[in-house]
């Protein structure tokens, strides 16, 4: 990987330097073109001038075109240009490539486009009239003072494409190339630091992973760096710590598991083998206790079914509108007895004007029930449990309040974790399997709600839990 990351951003540097030194050389080759076009077109114009000037001399001396040919046919190949002079009636006198002598001049006798140059027979300097646009008419530059026309084709230089392109090359063309070694090799200096850099922390987060791999969720990226690898790194030790948290939480919940199920198992099988050796006999009383046994197996059970549902999103609801004050009736109703066993008082403390609730009734009673019992279960004798509703804020609230031993805080976030007791010694004596809560939690959640505690050691705690208003 570290090979293919130092190419890689080499061939990136590479190519940003070829493509910067490239474009400011297409600049300037373009730029000094430009410059030797402009230059041109002045040296045409400074030439018109000249060849206007000694032609107006000429006429002035002679007092005629005889003669002048030769002087056309020198200029013609000295500048490299057609040139073609036309007396004051338009005949051609003069003609650099001596093919049009006595002709009348007009443009689709030449074939193209050509600067005219009125030529003074007193010595005055005319205006030169550039190329007519094609399609434009010849315009006639005959005037009384004028002895003729010089007709001269104004177009590019022979080669300027070929000199802009050697002038260039060999004004700046040798500093480019020593500049792009000199960036080339910083390119490469830049790619050994920047690929150290990089991937330090990128070699340390592919060996915590790899550890994470055999089952090694201790490990963490010591990176401070506070740019994106660093919030990388972090994001990555955060998911280390939710990864070791949960596989603490998995081996836990297989022990529990484990637990629970030896519990009534070695209770069952004691039983059967007391039955054989005829240590017990199979009367109504045994029979009885087994029976509860294999109820706490089917609890158990039926407990896990239903929290692996709820963890992967498949409980089966059956959604309508509830009066929640009805379902908490019910449920307190249900569970008089077992708080009157223990000399708790069971009441209620809910308000008349409650909307209804879009639930499942039986899930919802489900949860109360659990919440109720396990106040039941850590509540000292003579002690008192409240369930309460009320409306706030398009919500609805529920709260089972009780005045027992309470739970620590620090407790407080472990509570709602699967198989998690806070007195695990007193716990099995309750008949609980530890999951009631945990179920409770993912029930309110598939409905849309949350749940919460607030609790005070030795003064009593408070489950509450939310639905929203359908």
Do not use: C
Request: no cysteine.
């Amino acid at each position: 990987m570290t090979h293919n990351l130092n190419f890689r951003l080499l061939i990136a540097f590479t190519l940003i330097i070829i493509v910067t030194i490239g474009s400011a050389f297409f600049l300037t080759y373009r730029t000094t073109r430009n410059e030797i076009t402009q230059m041109g077109e002045r040296m045409e114009l400074s030439q018109d001038a000249r060849m206007q000037s000694e032609l107006s001399s000429y006429y002035q001396i002679v007092n005629t075109w005889e003669g002048i040919q030769v002087f056309i046919e020198q200029w013609g190949e000295l500048y490299q240009r057609r040139i073609i002079l036309a007396d004051k009636n338009g005949v051609i006198v003069a003609d650099s490539d001596g093919l049009l002598l006595g002709n009348t001049y007009n443009d689709d006798l030449i074939g193209e486009e050509m600067a005219q140059i009125p030529i003074s027979a007193t010595g005055q300097v005319l205006e030169i009239i550039m190329p007519q646009r094609k399609g434009k008419p010849w315009v006639s530059t005959i005037t009384p003072d004028t002895a003729g026309t010089l007709y001269v084709v104004h177009g590019e230089f022979p080669n300027i494409n070929q000199a802009a392109l050697q002038i260039t090359f060999e004004s700046i063309g040798r500093f480019f190339i020593f500049g792009g070694l000199v960036a080339i090799a910083i390119a490469i200096l830049l790619t050994f630091l920047l690929s150290r850099r990089i991937l330090s922390p990128v070699k340390a987060l592919i060996g915590a992973t790899r550890r994470f791999g055999r089952g090694d969720f201790s490990h963490r990226v010591d990176y401070k760096d506070k740019g994106e690898l660093g919030e990388l790194a972090s994001s990555f030790n955060s998911m280390a710590d939710d990864l070791e948290r949960i596989e603490r939480l998995r081996r836990n919940m297989v022990a529990d598991v484990a637990h629970e199920l030896r519990t009534p198992l070695s209770n069952l099988k004691g039983y059967l083998e007391a039955i054989s050796d005829g240590v017990i006999k199979p009367d109504e009383s045994t029979i009885r206790s087994l029976n509860e046994e294999a109820s706490s197996l089917s609890r158990l059970v039926a407990d896990l079914q239903e929290l692996s549902l709820a963890d992967a999103g498949e409980l089966k609801m059956t959604i309508q509108p509830e009066n929640i004050n009805d379902l908490i009736y019910e449920t307190v109703n249900a569970l008089q007895p077992k708080a009157a066993a223990k000399d708790l008082k069971l009441i209620t403390d809910l308000s008349t004007e409650l909307p209804e609730l879009n639930i499942d009734a039986q899930r919802i009673k489900q949860v109360l029930y659990n919440l109720l019992d396990n106040a039941i279960a850590h509540t000292g004798k003579g002690g008192t449990i409240t369930a309460a509703a009320k409306h706030q804020n398009n919500m609805v609230s529920i709260s089972v309040s009780d005045t027992g031993e309470g739970i620590p805080t620090e407790e407080l976030p472990m509570i709602f974790e699967r198989f998690y007791r806070v007195d695990k010694s007193r716990a099995r004596t309750t008949g609980g399997s530890g999951l009631g809560l945990t179920i409770a939690k993912r029930l309110v959640e598939a409905h849309g709600g949350k749940i919460s505690v607030d609790s005070q050691p030795g003064k009593g705690s408070t489950f509450t839990f939310i639905l929203p208003v359908r």
